[in-house]
């Protein structure tokens, strides 16, 4: 190695000290995402209607490589559906801890009711606050468990740590 | 016969069908309309293949050569064959992997698509589908068909436990086809034509007692089973393959299980038993197994009230209760479809105290084992001359089943390398029956009645002299035959007759002719014979005077068993009886005998009540302490039916807390007194059973082994000392449905309403009942709330009531005096 290596290098990081920083100082600065970054699930309705698309096919727990996913369905209601269809998701759970978002639920999905989003901010305390239900997905749901306690503790709204975003599959939800 | 299917060579005996010549050499074709144990005909149109064969020259009688190989000329059918209809033939050629027949199955598959919803992921078929699985082999992967698909009734309920999608129907026609082939019920078919053509029924529901076995042999997801609609996916259940000890005759079972609960029972295959059929009773009766109020945890009396402990607590409160009983005081009694390791345990455990009152329950008057020839499913089969005595389609209702193959006159077939024949060439549809020889005894009109060429309705209790006359007629005509005129001597054993046994003198000797001229003929009776020991005599009387073989169907899934293995007492003297006040102590496996107001009186004052339960009852009310039992779907171990064929008992993964079965409680009552009994776990009671019936039931095969009858010295040193038959008006009748577990069966219960009380019309108009009326009557003691069902099957002044695990088969007294109305209560009878 000689010197003139030292110095090539050196003007590398020199240079830098030029240059804008990429760090973003989250959580006080917003952190942007790409548009296909995948993060915490949503589950979406029809935006006409307001029925829930899932339908509890299990096929997005059938795909799932970490068994991830547990769903109960049960018959509709003809008269209150809350699904289009025959049979809809009486129970939808995703363990966050054992979630790899892999995105495959959502490539299984034949109706496209779960989809990846962009909320990353998942961390908790317990075990049972990673088990998220469809209480905790459904679209219009903004936040984690956990920045939705603190919100509701503190008494203002979820503040998520996303810059404004958009994903054209995501239907109904908005950052 | 010799064939090529591809390039295979095989050799198969003629009336084959194509079908399976082609699965017999490991090839595939697709099919949806063709069923085991159904007639083949050719619906679907999906089978295809190239079929040909060789030609005789008809004037020479020689085969026709190629002339260019010199070899037999293969001469082609001009069109693809449907090959579940197509025999096979001396020299045939099938080719089913030519690109003709994969562009006509190809062809086939689109357009049976055409019409057929792209639901599959809302389907509870999914992923177990044929249509999904043939779609995907032998589809082209897309669709061509741009124009609306047919609509039609989505979920249509055909009955209350089974729902028909009627746009999801591809007219297989295995349904229709299997209600008038198989129980006989002809109750489905086809309305209207063409595409329009959809399956309904006149009737209000389907009134079957087999319906729910159309579930399971739709190809596609038309008809399902209600109790598990939605419930799960397919791939998402664990399947445990088992014995159904709802009934003595065994049936193969398929529980899928899901999350600790029961979602839905499916038929096995056993070809020996229940080839691929099951029962309602049995399909739809699991609900309860996963009812909130199962009893999940020891419970011990503390001040008065049940407080749930930790078993070794439970056990040690056992101990010193037990202990302070005189041993020889203590009754044990286990239900009598525990396993045969429940048995064991049960032994060890009555051994330990050191008592004789150990028995099982429900235990009819006589033996449930035949004695000299017994009779398997297939010999009933088989059979071409059946006696009948009681009432097989609700006491074991394979049973029944095995009766109507035997009126077809078609032995079962052989299996051939890939199993039961897809296509029997030899069933078709409307067969003629043979109802001539099945002669049918009940003291009211029965089920089976309806299949019989001869109907014989003695007076309720009254099979012991009907048994007795056609004995003592069979040994007149005998003895008739050596006397110098057979004739007049004939005459003269038929003078004596008397036509209030039930049947005419005429009736009877062309009954006892009719078994005489069979080869093959099988006496089968339950529990109105059993009930009276007297009766059974002359059965097995009859049986040997006439050559037949017998089976017997005892009152629960393994009466036979645990009298086999010797779960008796040790002097008649000891059988079980609830309402005796020599005992001091009971220890009870699944029994309730405190409905009885008598019982619960007694058992106030017993030093210790000791209760193994799944569900609280009027016994665990009194009990000292409660133990949690598992059901049958959760028991691994070992079951005897009636045929006497050794079954696996395996346990569904069910969410039952801290329940174990009668092994489970011996094993924790011999930690806490310091021993360790023989039985305290599955595999140390079938070590025990290995001893004394040289088999082991670790290793028993799926569809069983026949267990050798016991010795006639062994069952000289064991035999059953006959107890008296009872009296009374209401006639308790065995029951298809388990009524003990009705009310938490949501969907038996609505399909076939509670359990009902019976009587003639005219017996209702007198004590001013109504159809539908609930009512609550003492039946010998136990007040049974029941829904009135005036029937004209029944006799006057016989009153039917279903059996309960306490209440066994047979006369019990009725006091309609004390009958009360439930008031402003109805409810449907169905």
Not at chain 2, 428 to 435: I, L, Q, S, Y
Request: proline share 7%; aromatic share 6%; net charge negative.
């Amino acid at each position: 190695m000689s010197v003139l290596g030292i110095a090539k290098g050196m003007g590398v990081t020199l240079s830098h000290l030029f240059k804008k920083p990429v760090t973003v100082q989250y959580p006080e600065e917003k952190v942007d995402v790409q548009a296909r970054f995948r993060g915490r699930h949503h589950l979406l309705r029809h935006p006409d209607t307001g029925l829930e698309k899932c339908i509890g096919c299990s096929l997005c727990a059938a795909a799932c490589p970490a068994y991830a996913i547990y769903v109960e369905a049960a018959e509709n209601d003809p008269d209150d559906p809350t699904s289009a269809g025959e049979r809809y998701a009486s129970i939808y759970e995703i363990n966050m801890l054992r979630c790899i978002f892999c995105g495959f639920c959502e490539e299984a999905c034949p109706t496209g009711a779960i989809v990846l989003g962009h909320e990353f901010e998942l961390a908790d305390f317990r075990y049972e606050n990673f088990v998220y239900g469809k209480d905790d997905m459904l679209v219009g749901v903004k936040g984690s468990k956990w920045q939705r306690r603190e919100a509701e503790r503190a008494g203002r709204d979820v503040e998520l740590g996303l810059a404004p975003s958009h994903r054209p599959e995501l239907e109904g939800v908005d950052y | 016969m010799k064939i090529h299917v591809n390039d295979v060579p095989l050799d198969v005996a003629p009336g084959t069908s194509v079908i399976d010549a082609v699965f017999a050499a490991g090839y595939d074709v697709p099919y949806f309309c063709s069923q085991e144990y159904m007639s083949p005909i050719g619906a679907c149109r999906m089978c295809l293949a190239r079929v040909g064969a060789p030609r005789k020259d008809r004037a020479t009688g020689e085969w026709i050569l190629d002339e260019a190989t010199g070899d037999a000329k293969i001469f082609w059918f001009p069109n693809p064959m449907a090959t579940c209809t197509t025999q096979v033939m001396e020299g045939m050629v099938v080719d089913t992997l030519s690109k003709e027949v994969k562009r006509a199955q190809n062809g086939m598959v689109e357009f049976t698509l055409v019409n057929h919803p792209l639901d599959c992921p809302t389907c509870d078929k999914g992923g177990a589908c044929e249509l999904q699985d043939r779609a995907y082999e032998y589809g082209t992967g897309e669709s061509r068909f741009v124009f609306d698909k047919r609509h039609q009734e989505k979920h249509h309920a055909l009955s209350e436990a089974i729902t028909l999608d009627r746009e999801r129907c591809i007219h297989c026609k295995r349904c229709v086809r299997y209600f008038e082939e198989v129980p006989g019920d002809e109750v489905l078919d086809f309305i209207e034509r063409g595409g329009h053509t959809y399956i309904g029924t006149l009737e209000d529901g389907l009134p079957s007692p087999f319906s729910g076995n159309i579930t399971d042999i739709c190809p596609v997801g038309a008809l399902l089973d209600s109790t598990s609609r939605f419930r799960g996916r397919n791939w998402e259940y664990h399947h445990t393959d088992t014995t159904s000890l709802d009934d003595p005759s065994g049936a193969a079972l398929r529980i899928d299980a899901r999350t600790g609960r029961i979602e839905r029972i499916k038929a096995g295959l056993n070809d020996e038993v229940n080839k691929t059929w099951i029962d309602d009773g049995t399909r739809f009766g699991h609900e309860y197994a996963d009812h909130a109020d199962r009893i999940t945890l020891p419970m011990v009396r503390k001040d008065g009230r049940l407080e749930p402990v930790a078993w070794s607590e439970a056990m040690r409160v056992v101990r010193d209760k037990l202990g302070g009983v005189d041993g020889t005081k203590v009754g044990v009694a286990i239900r009598a479809d525990a396993t045969l390791e429940e048995g064991v345990a049960a032994q060890a455990l009555a051994a330990h105290l050191g008592t004789g009152r150990l028995d099982h329950a429900p235990r009819p008057a006589a033996s449930v084992l035949p004695g000299g020839a017994p009779a398997t499913l297939r010999d009933v089969a088989t059979s071409d001359g059946l006696l009948v005595l009681g009432d097989p389609t609700h006491e074991a209702a394979i049973v029944d089943l095995r009766i109507k193959d035997a009126l077809k006159g078609v032995p079962p077939a052989d299996l051939l390398p890939h199993g039961v024949p897809i296509a029997d060439l030899r069933l078709t549809e409307r067969m003629p029956r043979k109802t001539e020889i099945l002669t049918v005894v009940a003291p009211y009109r029965t089920d089976l009645m309806k299949h019989a060429g001869r109907t014989v309705t003695p007076p309720a209790g009254g099979e012991g002299a009907l048994l007795r006359a056609l004995l003592a007629l069979a040994h007149a005509r005998t003895e008739a035959q050596g006397a110098s005129d057979p004739g007049k001597a004939a005459d003269a054993a038929l003078a004596g007759w008397d036509d209030a046994v039930g049947m005419s003198a005429a009736d009877a000797a062309a009954l006892l002719d009719a078994l005489a001229a069979a080869e093959a003929p099988v006496l089968i009776w339950g529990g109105f014979v059993s009930a009276d020991p007297d009766a059974d005599a002359a059965a097995r009387a009859l049986a040997t005077a006439v050559g037949a073989k017998t089976l017997i169907l005892g009152p629960m899934a393994n009466a036979a068993g645990l009298e086999r293995i010797g779960v008796l007492p040790s002097h008649e003297r000891y059988a079980y009886d609830p309402a005796s006040s020599e005992v001091r102590a009971w220890i009870l496996g699944d029994l309730d005998p405190a409905q009885d107001p008598t019982v619960a009186k007694r058992f106030a004052d017993l030093d210790a009540l000791i209760v193994h339960a799944a569900f609280e009852n009027a016994t665990t009310a009194l009990a000292d302490v409660v133990l949690p039992a598992v059901t049958g779907y959760e028991k691994e171990g070992s079951t005897l039916n009636a045929e006497g064929r050794l079954l696996p008992v395996r346990a569904a993964p069910v969410e039952a807390g801290a329940a174990t079965d009668f092994t489970g409680v011996v094993k924790a009552y011999g930690e806490a007194a310091g021993e360790r009994l023989e039985g305290r776990s599955v595999r140390s009671a079938r070590r025990v059973l290995k001893k004394r019936l040289d088999v082991d039931l670790a290793e028993l095969p799926d569809d069983g082994r026949l267990l050798p009858p016991a010795p006639a010295a062994a069952r000289g040193a064991r035999a059953l000392p006959a107890r008296r038959a009872a009296t009374g008006s209401a006639l308790v009748v065995p029951s298809l449905v388990r009524i003990e577990h009705l009310d938490r069966n949501p969907t038996l219960l609505r399909e076939h309403g509670g359990p009902t009380l019976r009587m003639h019309p005219s017996d209702a108009h007198a004590h001013g009942l109504t159809r539908g009326e609930v009512v609550t009557v003492p039946v010998g003691g136990i007040p049974r709330r029941l829904v009135v069902a005036p029937d004209d099957g029944v006799p006057e002044g016989t009153w039917l009531v279903p059996t309960l695990p306490d209440q066994p088969v047979g006369l019990h007294p009725l006091d309609l005096d004390a009958l009360r109305r439930e008031r402003g209560e109805t409810a449907e009878v169905a």
